[in-house]
């Protein structure tokens, strides 16, 4: 055989073409063999440069505040230490995967934001709604929405804390704003973007409003709903942020701010980072359920076509 | 002579036509009860800590005239500003290359993924630290604030770039430059200013609460001081001229987006 093969160059090129094809990331692997499916994400080229850049930019990060360390820059920790003290059981500054501590904070900012976001949608939802299917309920309150939404969350962080009885009722209205305005105007925008021909079908199959309200207006709306609360959540993070920084007691915006107090660096970053993971998730989480209610709603179409 | 007199009877008939459309005093209806039911809940006992309305307009004039008003202004809107042109050159250059260099892409873009959403306030504590002033602080918030939704958007808005326009345009015999203004930035620019605008909204908020936390002087650090010595009516000011900053803003960003892309003006 192999003698063959060295004489016959046709062969030989054409068992490489072969090789070569089951190289290629367009080869098909077998369905559960992910020992393949492993490799081949490995030999992925997006792979190798999503790991030449994180290289890079963890290199970079190491050698700035490990080995030469300009000025100014002794405030940032070391990836090394940020990354040992997260995940140590003793850690220096109170604050890792092992201690209560953490895991209080992250439930106090998911508890905020999450209440925060149900009040602005069950709230702004129904007011979206209403704004896009009733002309005069839109002529009379739409002004109204416009003349408050320009003024930003936060800046109601003051008046929230002086007018509301407690400081958590403060960081929780704060939270909710943002996301409140997000959810009604995208509700609106979805209603009226539904064509008005479904109405005038609606009305000749006999649809009462209440029918009319499930079966064209809701529908028709939950692709633009969904677009509005992922923005709702991202704004809903921001703001808690904004609003443990000024006005909280606990929680990770606190945690951060602790951690500048009491120049405990790496609880800065630990906390930064765990709120840049939260929030992803919870916008992934709404992309899934909004996946899952939309089955009709083509990928790809997005929440704009 | 004539001409004046018509086109004065026409703007007369614009305005007579505007006074009869029921969006408008339906509108007006709208917002005069929202002022109406605060004056209502002030006089009923309910939020009594709040200022009601008549004291906020009384306030007003006096507010201005305090010292350092109009100078929060410009302070403000510098930072602003600053922040946001920082980041618009920065995001349209990252984004274009990102955009057209696919390695580029590969290599860069799931970082910016993870940074993204780390919420910009969440910087806050950290840049205080490192940045040497706080006017460099603030100005750093805003840059990160303003940063990622124009990088994202112009990002999508290449994407979205039809292919058989930049096939079109080789095929006609188009090069580098000539794809890149007449096909790229045409086809980009409406997802750019989507993102210019979304940005400069961002930017309003983040400033302000910087300004809370660390400045001298600026809208965010008036409201902040009248929480302070307890004036509410200073803070209800302090957050109204903030709105307004906030829509001049996003005017000049729809007024500079109208102009650069005259060719959608009509939809």
Known sequence: MAVTNSSLGAAQVDGGYEARLRASPDWPVQAGDWRARLRKAFRAQALRYALLGFGIFFGLWYLLTA?????????????????????????????????????????????????????????????????????????????????????????????????????????????????????????????????????????????????????????????????????????????????????????????????????????????????????????????????????WHVKGQGGGA | MTEVHTSAGRAAERVVRALRDPVLWQGAIGIASFFVVWQLLKWIGLFALLPGPVDVVRAVPLQMEQEGYW???????????????????LAISVGVSMGMSRKLRMAGFPILEVLRPIPPLAWLPLSILFWPSPEATMVFLTFLGAFFPIFINILAGIDSIDIRYIQAARSLGAGQATLFWRVMVPGALPALFTGLSIAIGITWEVVIAAE????????????????????????????????????????????????????????
């Open chain 1, 67 to 295: 080995v030469i360390v300009p000025p100014r820059f002794n405030y940032i920790p070391n990836p090394a230490l940020l990354f040992g003290q997260w995940i140590s059981e003793v850690p220096q500054y109170g604050i890792s995967v092992f201690t209560p501590e953490y895991y209080g904070h992250i439930w106090v900012s998911v508890l905020r934001v999450y209440t925060a976001f149900a009040i602005s949608v069950g709230v702004g939802a129904p007011l979206g709604i209403l704004l896009g299917w009733s002309r005069f309920g839109r002529n009379t309150l739409f002004p109204v929405v416009e003349m408050l939404r320009p003024i930003p969350p936060l800046a109601w962080v003051p008046l929230a804390v002086l007018a509301l009885p407690e400081t958590e009722m403060a960081v929780i209205f704060v939270t909710l704003l943002a996301s409140f305005f997000a959810t009604v105007l995208n509700t609106y925008l979805g209603v009226r973007s539904i064509p008005e021909t479904y109405f005038r079908a609606a009305a000749c199959l006999g649809y009462h409003r209440v029918d009319v309200l499930r079966r064209v207006v809701i529908p028709g709306a939950l692709p633009f709903i969904f677009t509005g609360l992922q923005i709702a959540m991202g704004v809903a993070w921001f703001s808690l942020v904004g609003g443990e920084l000024i006005a909280g007691r606990s929680g990770l915006g606190y945690l951060i701010l602790d951690g500048y107090t009491q120049l405990a660096l790496p609880n800065i970053f630990i906390g930064m980072i765990t709120l840049g993971v939260l929030g992803w998730a919870s916008s992934a989480l709404i992309r899934k359920v909004g996946q899952l209610m939309m089955a």
């Open chain 2, 71 to 89: 100078l929060s202004w410009l302070a403000s809107s510098r930072r602003v500003f600053l922040g946001f042109l920082v980041a618009a050159i």
């Open chain 2, 212 to 267: 809370m936390a660390s400045a001298q002087l600026g809208l965010g650090y008036l409201t902040w001081n009248a929480y302070m010595s307890q004036s509410l009516v200073g803070i209800v000011v302090g957050m109204l001229s903030i709105g307004v900053a906030g829509m001049v803003s996003s005017g000049i960003m729809g007024w500079i987006g109208r102009n650069a892309m005259p060719w959608r003006r009509g939809r």
